[in-house]
């Protein structure tokens, strides 16, 4: 019988307080320095509110919003604004952005209501000063779209908002934003490009090496009582390298694309297996799962081949005896 336990949650969800704080007994170091880290998130990330105001201005969904009677369901959205329902958990993701920043809001379900009803989103005092004017408005519209449009327009299309807006426009479902900008997914890209596949391992590592130090310290012990552990998709091998001093009796492995594992440093005990994860995973006790699931939604050429749940069927299914799966980020 296979068995698949995931002891983590995600880590990587960027709230405040920090997910960790709230699901284990941290120290008040580790605690302080998780936190410092979502605090860097937000601020590295703060853009993205900027790119999802120029979206919704492009998308002009505050105007379908309004057109639907002042309140509408994602799909009623959808409609309004004429892009294909392909795209409706983009949407999901750029309404959620937008209602936190308060340029729309959620109507809250019926206290009477048992049963689970798609959210409606209804126009607040900011999506009035950001619909788009209607021709004959003229002087008397109060809008500010145009003033936005302007202060906006370095967001448009630009490598900051990943050409959000044309992959809304896009038909095809399975092109992610960013292959569709450029052309071919990140692995593609780091494959031909030595600056960039230096640039995101490096990145990676450096995550790898921070995030392990507070695991290995705060809760160390999930790894005892395995012996061999394959990092899937685990870059250059800082994790692995990290759990393999702690652990030197522990049989680590990584495994991940050819132009990765050519790159990652020699580590005395951390075996480097290039190979591709939805081919086959070699036999362990335990996989390390790091901020790759997400790896699964663009697997291939930028295509949605598989979804979580079918990702995690395709890895039990290159094992015959039960595993651990340790899944750390998104
Ligand atoms: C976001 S990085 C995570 C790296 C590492 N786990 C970490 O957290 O530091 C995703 C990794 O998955 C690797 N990857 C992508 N597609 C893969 C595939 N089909 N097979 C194996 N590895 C893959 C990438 O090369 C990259 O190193």
Redesign the pocket.
């Known amino acids: 019988m296979l068995c698949q336990l995931t002891r983590f949650p995600s880590l990587l969800a960027y709230s405040n307080p920090h997910p960790w704080a709230m699901a284990m007994a941290l120290s008040k170091d580790a605690m302080d320095l998780l936190q410092a880290q979502v605090e860097l998130w937000n601020q590295t990330f703060s853009f993205m509110k900027s790119v999802a105001l120029a979206v919704a201005l492009d998308l002009r969904i505050a105007n379908a919003i309004c057109h639907h009677g002042g309140a509408a369901t994602l799909s009623q959205i959808i409609a309004e604004i004429g892009i294909s329902p392909c795209k409706l958990h983009g949407l999901r993701r750029l309404m959620r952005v937008l209602t936190v920043a308060g340029t729309f809001t959620i109507q809250p379900p019926e206290a009477s209501s048992s049963e689970e009803h798609e959210p409606v989103y209804k126009l607040t005092a900011i999506s009035f000063l950001v619909m788009s004017n209607n021709d004959d408005d003229g002087e008397s519209s109060a809008s500010l779209s145009p003033m936005l449009n302007h202060v906006l327009s370095p967001f448009h299309d630009s490598q900051l908002s990943m050409g959000l807006a044309a992959w809304f426009r896009h038909e095809d479902p399975a092109k992610s934003p960013y292959t569709l900008m450029r052309g071919r997914n990140v692995?593609e890209m780091?494959e031909s490009s030595d600056a960039a596949n230096a640039s995101?391992?490096n990145a990676?590592?450096a995550?790898?090496r921070f995030l392990m130090k507070v695991v290995l310290k705060e809760c160390g012990e999930i790894f005892h009582g395995i012996d061999s552990l394959v990092?899937?998709?685990?870059?250059v091998g800082?994790?692995a390298t990290a759990i393999a001093a702690a652990f030197p009796n522990l049989k680590c492995s990584v495994?991940?694309?050819p132009?990765?594992v050519a790159k990652a440093p020699s580590v005395s005990n951390v075996r480097f297996l290039a190979?591709?994860?939805?081919e086959s995973i070699p036999p362990a006790n335990a996989i390390?799962?790091?901020?790759?699931l997400?790896?699964a939604r663009v697997?291939?050429y930028g295509v949605q081949i598989i979804d979580q749940t079918t990702f995690f069927h395709l890895i039990l299914s290159f094992f015959s005896e039960p595993i651990i799966i340790y899944n750390?980020?998104c």
């Not at 990092?231 to 870059?235: A, K, Q, Y």
């Not at 190979?275 to 939805?278: I, K, L, N, P, S």
């Not at 390390?288 to 790759?292: A, I, P």
Request: aromatic fraction near 8%; proline fraction near 0%.
């Open positions: 692995w780091c995101i391992n990676m590592a995550d790898s990092d899937v998709g685990g870059g800082s994790a495994l991940d694309l132009h990765v190979g591709d994860m939805f390390l799962l790091k901020q790759c997400h790896v697997a291939r750390f980020g």
